[in-house]
């Protein structure tokens, strides 16, 4: 680790400094910091002294312990990675197609449990709307724990050049693009975001404001961020939340092989109950 009060630092940023903030990251929202992550982590918090006027990090971390919550807010805002494009592991989108031709005749939710700055339900609900036609009675449940990202999924408003990997054709249908002040810009249409219900979700909180089984949940690249006995637990409470025959989507360097009893292997990253026939 680089010594306390280096001179490429604004501020001095001791050994107990990093392990206090990797123990209170953990205990609020899991998520397990390797010592590979220090020059990060010092990186980004110490925006939020310069934003709170602090001087050191034990004062910065003192703010965190008192408890107040909008900084609270903005510390986890800080440490969570938020890294993600529209249609990303393409594969998953063209096995949700085949998924959503088998229930035509029914009400269809999918959750995105860190859904980021919104690239991934919006992807959901295009694919929903590619199978299903304009009126699909398909719920888009987006939450994720950083809560400034989930305001730009909720406003569904970003750059041009992020709409990439989305053919013209598609550009067309689902989106708006700006002229004027927003030229460069483009917001998803109205019927687009009207499938999404963002709300912030930390994935550790005692209780999920998920009343019902769902269809499908995408959970990708999330996995990577906790330890095994954390991950084991999400997918225990994700588990009845799902539908029997629904389907689990994670990311492409994650395996749920400690989780056999709970989750198997469908194929290409996705998951059903581990006492599942099969979609069907």
């Keep these: 680790m680089a010594e306390a009060g280096s001179p490429q630092r604004e501020f001095a940023f001791s050994t107990r400094d990093f392990e206090e903030v990797r123990k209170m990251i953990y205990e609020h929202a899991g ?5 590979a ?5 010092y990186s980004r918090l110490a925006r939020r002294l310069r934003a709170t006027g602090k001087r050191s990090f034990p004062e ?10 909008a900084e609270w807010e903005a510390f986890v805002n800080s440490l969570t990675t938020n890294l993600t494009d529209f ?21 269809i939710t999918i959750w995105s449990s860190a859904s980021s700055t919104g690239e991934e339900p919006y992807s959901i609900a295009m694919t929903a709307v590619e199978v299903l036609g304009s009126k699909a009675p ?16 909720e406003e569904g408003t970003y750059p041009i050049e992020r709409l990439a990997k989305l053919s013209a054709a598609q550009q067309r249908q689902f ?24 709300f912030p979700l930390n994935l550790l909180d005692p209780a999920w404001p998920i ?8 959970c990708r690249n999330v996995m990577i961020y906790f330890d095994k006995p954390t991950q084991y637990a999400i997918l225990k409470r994700m588990k009845p939340l799902l539908k029997p025959d629904g389907l689990l989507f994670v990311g492409h360097s994650e395996a749920l092989y400690h989780a ?9 990253t996705v998951y059903q109950h581990a006492d599942s026939k099969g979609a069907k």
């Design 211 to 218: 009343r019902q089984p769902v269809d499908a949940i995408f």
């Design 87 to 107: 249609f990303r592991e393409a594969h998953h989108f063209l096995i949700l197609k085949e998924f959503l031709n088998t229930r035509r005749d029914r009400p």
């Design 37 to 41: 992550k220090e020059d990060m982590v």
């Design 60 to 69: 910065y971390l003192a703010l965190i312990r008192s408890g107040d919550e």
């Design 138 to 153: 398909v719920q888009i449940l987006a939450s994720d724990l950083d809560t400034n990202v989930l305001k730009k999924a």
């Design 31 to 35: 998520i397990a910091l390797n010592e």
């Design 175 to 198: 989106f708006l693009k700006g002229t004027g002040d927003n030229a460069g810009m483009a917001r998803a249409k109205p019927e687009l975001r009207a499938m999404l219900k963002c």
């Design 260 to 268: 056999t009893d709970l989750f198997r292997l469908r194929g290409q």
